[in-house]
C-alpha cells in the first residue's frame, strides 16, 4: 500500500520550481501568564516561499577551537557540514563557511565556558534546546541592509552574523533567555551584523523578550540592537515589521540595548536625542512595512483582535509608524495550545478582508492568492515601489514552509516539559505534531526533504501535496476531509503528549529519554500515515470535478449560483437561434 502511495503522490508532482532566499514570517510569544495553563509559547511560521524546509536536530559536540559561521541561506540545503549531525553532512554538497571564531570569544561575553555544547532542534533558524530556550523570528526592513564582509577592510566593518546563526550559537549555549541576549548582542557588537533587519524572540519558562537587530553603514558604530521584555500575563505578535520602539534607559531588567546604537544613530544623523527626544527605533533604522501597505500591519492587527477584542482595535492607520497596536496585550481570555494554533490558519474569515471571499476566491472559497511578477519582492519594504493593486496577507499563506509553536509547561516533568509542535507546509492544513525538547533524535521524515525534489518519503512532501490537491475545491475539501482529519489528530496528539508526564515519572533520566524519543517517533508515524491515506482518498474522491465515492455514481459538484452568475454563463449557448 505504501509503495503505491509513493508512485502515486510522484505521478502528481509537477516540474522542479526554483526556490526564493526567502523569509517573510509571522511570530509570537504568550507569557505563562496569558496562557490557560500556564505555559510559556513561542511561535513562528516560516513564509519563505520554498526554501529548506527541513526540522534537524543538531547533537550536542565538543566545543574546542573555532566555531564556523555561515552565511544566511534558505534555499536546500541551507548548511552542509559534518559537525551539526547527520542530517547536516549532505552528500555532493558544500557549504563554505564564511568566517570562523573562538569559542574562547563566545565564552568571555556569555561570562562562562560551555564545553560541550547542547542539543537543539534547528529550522532556517534556531527553534529550540533541550534546555527549553525557544526562539522565533521575523524579517524586516531596514534603511541599510549591507552584504555579509569577513574581513574589515577600508571603511567596511567585519560583518559575520545574521540572525540565524546568532540563534543558533544563543542555543548551543545559552540557558536562560537573559544569557541569549548578553550573547547575540555582544557578538553583534564584536563582530558586525549584516542584510535586513531581524526580529528574534527568545523565551525560558519565566521570561520572554524581543530582540531586534539591523546594521548600520559606518565603520565603527556598525550595527545595533534593542531587546525589550514580554511582561508575564501578556501576547505578543510581530509580522515583518520592528515592533520595539521608545528606547528605554536604564531600566536592564526590561529594556537593553547596544552600546553602539545611540553614537550611531547621533553620527548617521539618523536620530537625535537633543532635538528629537528618546529613540524611536522603528522609526531610526527602518522604512517601515514589507512589500506593501498593511502587509504587516494588518497581521498584528488581526492578532490582536481575535486575543482581545475588547480594546477596539482598528484595521485601519494612518501611516506605517502608527503606534496605533499596543507591543504588547493583555488576552480577553488566557490562550490555550489550540488557541494559539488557530491564530496560525487565519485568513481573514468573517471581516471584511475575508480572502474565502470575492471574485479572486473562485468558485470555491479559495482563501490563496498566487503572487506575480506584477506583485514585486514579496520579502522587501514597500519604498520607491509601483503598486498596481496588493492582496490582503493573511497570517496563513499559501507559502509556508512549516509552523511550530515551542511550548514550555513550567509543572511538567523535566523530560516532558519542553515541546516543539510542528507543523510542515500550510499551517492551515498541517498537522501540529508533538516533539519532546529531550529527544535523542528526530525522525528521518521530519528532517529530508528538497523542496525542488518531490521525495515522498519526506513529511513536508506529503502535507504540501494535500495542499495543493485541495486547492480543486478549497472548502468542501478542507471542510468535509481536511480539518475534521487534523483534528482528530492534534487531539490525539497532545491528549498522547500531555499523558507522557505519569509514563515518565520517577524513570530514570536514561529511560526517560528513551521514551519521550518513542514517543515523537510513532506519533509522527501515525500522522505521517494517516496524511497518506487522506491523499489517497483526496485523488479519488474528487477526480476530475467530482464527489465519487465506492458503491455510488460520481456526483457532479457543478459552481456555486453567486459565482455562475459573475461568469459569463449565462450567456452560453442554449439555443439555436441566431442573434
Not at 540565524?164 to 548551543?172: H, K, M, P, T
Not at 497518506?532 to 482518498?537: I, P, S, V
Not at 467530482?546 to 449560483?561: D, H, K, Q, S
Request: some cysteine; aromatic content about 14%.
Amino acid at each position: 500500500m505504501k509503495r503505491l502511495f509513493l508512485c502515486l503522490m510522484a505521478a502528481c508532482v509537477a516540474a522542479s520550481v526554483t526556490a526564493l532566499p526567502a523569509q517573510a514570517c509571522t511570530t509570537m510569544i504568550a507569557t505563562p501568564g496569558a496562557t490557560s495553563d500556564g505555559s510559556m509559547m513561542v511561535t513562528h511560521s516560516d513564509d519563505d516561499e520554498l526554501g529548506d524546509q527541513r526540522l534537524v536536530f543538531v547533537p550536542a559536540r565538543e566545543q574546542e577551537g573555532l566555531r564556523k559561521i555561515y552565511a544566511a541561506a534558505y534555499a536546500y540545503p541551507r548548511i552542509v557540514t559534518d559537525d551539526r549531525g547527520p542530517a547536516y553532512d549532505t552528500p555532493g554538497k558544500k557549504t563554505t563557511p564564511l568566517a570562523e571564531i573562538p569559542y574562547e570569544e563566545i565564552w568571555k561575553i556569555l561570562g562562562r565556558k560551555q564545553e560541550t555544547s547542547l542539543t537543539y532542534f534547528d529550522g532556517n533558524y534556531g527553534i529550540m534546546n533541550e534546555k527549553n530556550l525557544m526562539f522565533g523570528e521575523c524579517t524586516n526592513g531596514a534603511n541599510y541592509e549591507p552584504q555579509a564582509n569577513p574581513k574589515a577592510s577600508g571603511s567596511k566593518p567585519r560583518r559575520i552574523f545574521y540572525s540565524s546563526e546568532l540563534s543558533r550559537i544563543a542555543l548551543e549555549n545559552c540557558v536562560t533567555a537573559r544569557e541569549a541576549i548578553r550573547l547575540m548582542g555582544g557578538l553583534i557588537d564584536k563582530y558586525g551584523f549584516f542584510s535586513t533587519g531581524e526580529t528574534l524572540l527568545v523565551a525560558d519558562e519565566k521570561e520572554a523578550w524581543v530582540f531586534e537587530m539591523c546594521a548600520l553603514p559606518d565603520r565603527k558604530y556598525h550595527s545595533a540592537w534593542v531587546a525589550k521584555r514580554v511582561p508575564d500575563g501578556h501576547y505578543f505578535v510581530a509580522a515583518n515589521t520592528f515592533r520595539i520602539r521608545e528606547v528605554i534607559k536604564d531600566d536592564p531588567d526590561n529594556f537593553q540595548y547596544s552600546r553602539l546604537l545611540i553614537p550611531g544613530l547621533k553620527k548617521l544623523g539618523w536620530w537625535d536625542e537633543k532635538k528629537q527626544g528618546p529613540v524611536d527605533w522603528l522609526r531610526a533604522v527602518s522604512p517601515g512595512e514589507y512589500n506593501h501597505p498593511y502587509y504587516s500591519l494588518r497581521r498584528i492587527w488581526r492578532c490582536q483582535d481575535r486575543v482581545n477584542p475588547d480594546l477596539g482595535l482598528s484595521p485601519w492607520v494612518k501611516g506605517t509608524y502608527t503606534t496605533h497596536y499596543p507591543f504588547s496585550i493583555e488576552p480577553r481570555t488566557k490562550l490555550s495550545l489550540e488557541d494559539v494554533f488557530s491564530l496560525y490558519r487565519d485568513h481573514y474569515e468573517g471581516t471584511q478582508f475575508d480572502l474565502t471571499k470575492g471574485t479572486a476566491a473562485g468558485p470555491y472559497g479559495d482563501p490563496h492568492r498566487f503572487v506575480g511578477h506584477y506583485d514585486g519582492n514579496q520579502n522587501n519594504e514597500s519604498k520607491d515601489k509601483k503598486y498596481y493593486g496588493a492582496w490582503e496577507r493573511a497570517v496563513s499563506v499559501f507559502y509556508q514552509g512549516y509552523t511550530f509553536v515551542c511550548q514550555t509547561r513550567p509543572k511538567a516533568p523535566e523530560f516532558t516539559r519542553g515541546i516543539l509542535w510542528f507543523g510542515p507546509d500550510v499551517s492551515y492544513t498541517t498537522v501540529f505534531t508533538p516533539f519532546f525538547s529531550k529527544m535523542a533524535q528526530l525522525p528521518k521524515p521530519y528532517q529530508t526533504g528538497d523542496p525542488q525534489r518531490f521525495d515522498p518519503k519526506s513529511a513536508w512532501w506529503a502535507f504540501d501535496l494535500v495542499a495543493n490537491w485541495s486547492r480543486l475545491n478549497f472548502q468542501r475539501m478542507t471542510r468535509v476531509d481536511i480539518l475534521p482529519a487534523r483534528r482528530a489528530l492534534e487531539t490525539r496528539a497532545i491528549e498522547g503528549a500531555y499523558a507522557m508526564d505519569k509514563v515518565v515519572a520517577g524513570e530514570p533520566a536514561e529511560l526517560q529519554k528513551r521514551l519521550v524519543t518513542e514517543y515523537g517517533y510513532k506519533t509522527a508515524e501515525m500522522i505521517l500515515d494517516r496524511w497518506h491515506d487522506l491523499a489517497f482518498t483526496l485523488f479519488a474522491k474528487y477526480s476530475d470535478g467530482y464527489i465519487n465515492l465506492p458503491g455510488r455514481e460520481a456526483t457532479p459538484v457543478g459552481y456555486p449560483a453567486t459565482w455562475l452568475n459573475r461568469t459569463d454563463y449565462s450567456e452560453g449557448p442554449t439555443s439555436y437561434d441566431m442573434k
